[in-house]
């Protein structure tokens, strides 16, 4: 498939001066047309500023500092970096080609309005030739499309439960059609049959309309279950990506490793990983080396001074969609146990 978003060293620093919060550093990685691309790691490892980043969505004192984000359209022939696009580029490709759906969203519907009006003023801001019975119509259909009776459309925020509150804002970003969705932590705040029942949603829309989603959550296994291909981030770098079965048969990067036999917390305070001692670098002072070598239980002299680069395996030929980040990427980690390996 052909790629519709190309991400490329991007990096983002919060604040500007030597106290700049090193957020994102060289972030490297392809979206492509109808891919499910899994985004994983830590808490504060950078993925929502990923996601803000490449959207250009990147609230202050964000500061995008370097890098490309390419898109390119497989419905006509518009290709252009997001980075460098006017106002009125952005504008008209936001929610049209790109849609996020962000951490918490469901909580961000206003709660004065009917869902039915935050529907159709969505709709218009963009298809402002469109009369308001074909919007009507349109915020029906987009609420049955994600299980939600259409005559909901009269309820207010607080009428809906929670898992009905986050359909709608999956149904508020697939308004457009876009080509690509971003769901940051959609589901986490939901009870795990809810979370089951959107997440199975969602896939089916995906092969039934066709965009690619970038899906980002705490849970590794949930992605080798449901993603196409995984990429693992941390201290703000891409450290693994690889397709689903790939993961699945091994991890190469020990941290990759340690997420995926351990379950980090979803929220609140830091904790140690299970496999992992040890807890992220501060991202104002990064050792010189890689970010992980403190933590790392294989880490020789050498990845205390080497800044290792996301690279193809010793393996490349048998595994040609994985790149790592770690100086001794050829070392076989143990696959994942069995018991990982859930399916519904
Ligand atoms: P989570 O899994 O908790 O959502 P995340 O991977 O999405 O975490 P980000 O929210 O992208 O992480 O944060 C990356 C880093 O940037 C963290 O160290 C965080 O403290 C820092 N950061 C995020 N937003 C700001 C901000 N507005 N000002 C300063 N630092 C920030
Ligand atoms: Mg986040």
């Not at 019975?133 to 029906?140: G, K, L, V």
Request: charged share 25%; hydrophobic share 40%.
């Amino acid at each position: 498939n052909q790629p519709v978003l190309e991400i490329r060293n991007l990096s983002v620093d919060y604040g500007y001066d030597d106290t700049a919060i090193r957020a994102l550093r060289g972030v490297d990685l392809t979206l492509h047309a109808g891919e499910v691309l899994g985004l994983a790691g830590e808490s504060g490892c950078g993925k929502s500023t990923l996601a803000y980043a490449a959207t250009r969505l990147l609230p202050p004192p964000g500061l995008i500092t370097g890098g490309e984000v390419v898109f390119t359209s497989t419905r006509d022939d518009r290709r252009f970096d997001l980075l460098r696009a006017d106002d009125r580029l952005l504008r008209a490709s936001r929610w049209e080609d790109t849609a996020i759906v962000f951490q918490g969203a469901m909580n961000s519907l206003n709660p004065v309005y009917r869902i039915g009006r935050q529907l159709t003023d969505a709709i218009a801001a963009h298809r402002p030739r469109q009369s308001a019975a074909e919007r009507t119509a349109r915020a029906h259909e987009l609420l049955e499309l994600v299980g939600i009776p259409g005559d909901r459309l009269r309820s207010y925020p607080h009428q809906l439960s929670g898992g009905m509150r986050q359909r709608v804002m999956i149904a508020m970003a697939l308004a457009l059609e876009p080509q690509i969705v971003i769901m940051d932590e959609p589901t986490t705040a939901l009870d795990v049959v809810v979370q089951r029942q959107i997440i199975q949603q969602l896939m089916r829309l995906r092969t039934e309309l066709g965009f690619a989603v970038v899906f980002i959550t705490h849970d590794v296994s949930l992605l080798i279950e449901l993603a196409d291909r995984i990429a693992v981030m941390y201290a703000g770098q891409i450290i693994e990506d690889a397709t689903a079965v790939e993961m699945y048969r091994a991890p190469r990067h020990p941290y990759t490793d340690g997420l995926l036999h351990s379950f980090p917390p979803l929220h609140g305070p830091r904790q140690e990983l299970g496999g992992i001692p040890g807890s992220p670098p501060d991202l104002m002072a990064l050792p010189s080396g890689c970010a992980f070598a403190p933590r790392c239980r294989f880490a020789f002299d050498r990845c205390r001074t080497d800044q290792p680069v996301l690279t193809k395996t010793a393996l490349g030929d048998e595994e040609p969609h994985r790149r790592v980040a770690c100086l001794q990427h050829d070392r076989d980690v143990t696959a994942i146990p069995d018991s990982l390996m859930v399916r519904h």
